[in-house]
């Protein structure tokens, strides 16, 4: 019996350990990169890299406050994010509330249709669109960028309000509409609140889809030059490593944002009763 005894302990701490060591090569693979990123902002090479190490320098961040065209390119990329935020929240909220109301049927055919967008190439959908507005005479510009990439991040919205549908207690809307409530006020005082979580989040995850986009962008930007396109532009004509400085204080910004978050989330926790 003593002798089986650290076999069950080694048994049982195994996959602990095997658990922890999938975690940190996870780890690794996701942030070593990052990492080696920042720091190659702070090389004084010219060409973005952490071997050879010429010396520490914080010129970088010089030269890319001096990149007026980055800038305006960071600035357009916001833009358009935001706007594809304001088309694609409304589009897929309205999209998740039809789609809802439909019998089982009915309910997989236009999911079907709904979430094909997702599954369509990037650069499929900015040629259709580019194909398709220049019978209009538009040939491209920040509007059809704003278009293109609506197309399939409303899908991602739809996609979220849905998950958080599926766990409303309609009777809630029977209650409002029993003491004479009507459909407006049931949607704004007992819908949007329990929506807003979902909202929130697929806010947030449709900007960065807009942000980071680049197949679809590329075919459908005329004249215009987003940030993704104009670091792709940089790579084949000579990035330096004024690009790796934009990408920390993005990575900064981001994990501030996320602290933040959580403790104002803590708080609240904190400070609800029972």
């Known amino acids: 019996m003593s002798a089986q005894a650290p076999l069950h302990r080694l048994a ?35 060409f973005p890299t952490v071997t050879p190490w010429l010396g520490t320098t914080l010129q970088w ?38 789609l809802t109301s439909m019998n089982a049927r009915a309910r997989s055919f236009f999911y079907a249709v709904m979430v094909s967008p997702l599954l369509t190439p990037g650069v499929a959908i900015g040629i259709a669109t580019l194909i398709l507005w220049r019978q209009a005479g538009v040939s491209g510009g920040t509007m059809l960028i704003v278009l293109a990439q609506s197309t399939f991040i409303t899908a991602y919205v739809m996609l979220m309000v849905v998950a958080r549908l599926q766990r409303f207690d309609r009777t809630q809307e029977e209650a409002a509409l029993g003491l004479g409530a009507s459909r407006w006020m049931i949607f704004r005082r007992v819908l949007l609140p329990f929506l807003k979580p979902a909202l929130i989040a697929a806010g947030f995850i449709a900007f960065l889809q807009s942000f980071e986009n680049y197949n679809t962008t590329l075919f459908v930007r005329g004249t215009d030059t987003p940030l993704t396109v104009y670091i792709a532009t940089k790579v084949r004509t000579g990035l330096t490593p004024a690009v790796n400085a934009l990408a920390l204080i993005l990575i900064a910004l981001t994990l501030v944002t996320a602290v933040v978050l959580e403790l104002s989330r803590r708080r609240k926790e904190r400070h609800q009763p029972g």
């Open 12 to 46: 049982a701490l195994l996959p602990r350990v095997l658990f922890a060591l999938y975690m940190a090569a996870f780890l690794i693979y996701l942030f070593l990169p990052l990492a080696i990123m920042s720091a190659a902002t702070f090389n004084t090479s010219r």
């Open 61 to 98: 961040f010089q030269a890319l406050w001096n990149d007026q065209a980055m800038w305006k390119a960071l600035w357009l990329s916001i833009g358009i994010g935001l706007a594809v935020v304001a088309f694609a929240l409304p589009v897929g909220t309205a999209a998740a509330l039809f």
